[in-house]
C-alpha cells in the first residue's frame, strides 16, 4: 500500500508530504506512535498532579499513563528489533507482546536493554528491577490497562474474576510514600503538601523509568543500520536530559500554562515599593535558608498585611501564601502559578508572615 504521510522528525523538521510504502511508512508511523506516547505520559503527569483533597480523579492520569507507557515501550521494542533483525516485528509478534506493562518492561530489561558496561546505564537496570515503588506503580497502571478500567462496571455485572480497584491500590501506595496520619485535621497541609509531595516521589520514578527507556535510543548500542534508532531518540529528548535532581520537580500541569498565559493580569511590584508599602516584610535568599528551598527563584520577598494576610513576592509579582491573601487581593497561590516547585512546603515562609506581624 502507497499512501501520502506528513509528520515532524525529531530536528523539528517537517517531513514534506509524500508517497511512502514499506518500512518507510511503518517508520513514520513509529514516530508518530512514539510521539503520542510522549503527549499521553506529559498529560498524565500533569492529571496526576492536580490530584489533591479537591480532585480525586484517578481514572484519567491512570488511562493517560498506562497507555503512555505501553506505547512508549512497544515502540522502543519494535525499533530495537529492526536494527536487530532487519525487520519490524510483524502484526502476529506485535500482538504477542500483550497490553501488560511488567511483561513489557520485562521483556526490555532481558532482551533489548544495551549499553550496560555504562556506569549510569547499569544503574538505570537496577532501578528498573529493584526500586519497590516504581514496581508498585507499574503493576498497578498494568492491572488498570488490562482489568481495572472497567472496575465499577465489573462489579455492577458480578464479573466472575475478582475486580482491580486500581484507585484504592493507588491510594495504598501513596500512604506507603509518605504516612498521610500527620497530615490529617489540617485540610490546607493535606492539599498544600500531603498530595504534592507523594505525587512528586511516584513521578520521580515513572521519570527515571522513561529517562532509562530514552537513553538506550541513543547509548545503548543497538543495531542501527538504516539509523532509524538514531532518528527516533531526539523525541523523548527532555526526557534524556533530565538531571537527577530535575525528578519531580517539573510541572506538567496544563493549568500552569493557563495561568502563565495571563501573567499580565498579575500583580507586579519592585522592591522599592514593597518597601514603602508600609507593610512588614522580610527578604530571604536561597543560600540563607536552612530547609527546602520551594521556589524557581533564589531571592523572594514575604510580607503580612493587617497581620493575616500573607505574601511572598517571586521575580517582583505577588502571590498568595494563604486562602485570605488569594480570596482579598485575587493572587494565585505560588504552586498553582508554577513559581514554586510541587511537593516542596511554603510552610517555613507562611510562618515568617505570620512571624512578621507579631
Not at 498506562?66 to 509478534?93: Q, T, W
Amino acid at each position: 500500500m502507497i499512501r501520502s504521510f506528513s509528520t515532524v522528525d525529531t530536528a523539528g523538521k517537517e517531513f514534506e508530504a509524500m508517497a511512502v510504502d514499506g518500512d518507510t511508512e511503518r517508520f513514520l508511523c513509529l514516530l508518530d506512535e512514539l510521539e503520542t506516547s510522549k503527549e499521553l505520559l506529559k498529560s498524565g503527569f500533569g492529571h496526576l498532579q492536580e490530584i489533591d483533597m479537591g480532585s480525586t480523579f484517578y481514572h484519567l492520569p491512570h488511562q493517560l499513563l498506562a497507555s503512555g507507557f505501553e506505547r512508549l515501550m512497544k515502540c522502543y521494542i519494535a525499533v530495537v528489533r529492526k536494527g536487530r533483525d532487519g525487520a519490524y516485528p510483524d502484526r502476529a509478534a506485535m500482538k504477542s507482546l500483550g497490553h501488560d506493562l511488567e511483561s513489557l518492561l520485562e521483556t526490555i530489561c532481558t532482551q533489548h536493554f544495551g549499553g550496560t558496561e555504562r556506569p549510569l546505564l547499569k544503574e538505570d537496570l537496577t532501578f528498573i528491577k529493584t526500586d519497590p515503588v516504581l514496581k508498585d506503580c507499574v503493576r498497578i497502571l498494568s492491572q488498570f490497562g488490562k482489568m481495572g478500567r472497567y472496575y465499577n462496571l465489573d462489579v455492577v455485572a458480578g464479573a466472575s474474576h475478582s475486580p482491580i480497584n486500581p484507585v484504592a491500590e493507588w491510594e495504598e501506595l501513596e500512604s506507603r510514600v509518605e504516612d498521610p496520619i500527620p497530615y490529617l485535621g489540617d485540610t490546607e497541609r493535606l492539599h498544600r503538601d500531603y498530595y504534592p509531595r507523594v505525587n512528586s516521589v511516584l513521578i520521580a520514578k515513572m521519570e527515571r523509568l522513561i529517562r532509562a527507556i530514552a537513553m538506550q535510543f541513543t547509548l545503548g548500542g543497538h543495531a542501527d543500520q538504516a539509523g532509524e534508532i538514531r532518528k527516533l531518540s531526539g523525541v523523548y529528548s527532555e526526557f534524556w536530559n533530565l538531571r537527577d535532581d530535575q525528578f519531580g520537580a517539573v510541572d506538567y500541569r496544563r493549568s500552569v500554562e493557563i495561568l502563565r498565559a495571563d501573567a499580565d493580569q498579575w500583580i507586579k511590584r519592585s522592591d522599592r515599593e514593597i518597601a514603602e508599602s508600609g507593610w512588614p516584610s522580610r527578604v530571604v535568599s536561597k543560600t540563607e535558608f536552612s530547609g527546602e528551598w520551594p521556589f524557581r527563584c533564589d531571592r523572594v520577598t514575604v510580607e503580612c498585611r493587617d497581620g493575616l494576610f500573607h505574601i511572598v513576592n517571586i521575580g517582583g509579582y505577588d502571590f498568595a501564601l494563604n486562602g485570605s491573601a488569594r480570596s482579598k487581593f485575587g493572587l494565585p497561590f505560588a504552586h498553582d502559578a508554577g513559581v514554586a516547585v510541587l511537593g516542596k512546603s511554603v510552610g517555613p515562609f507562611i510562618k515568617m508572615a505570620r512571624e512578621l506581624s507579631a
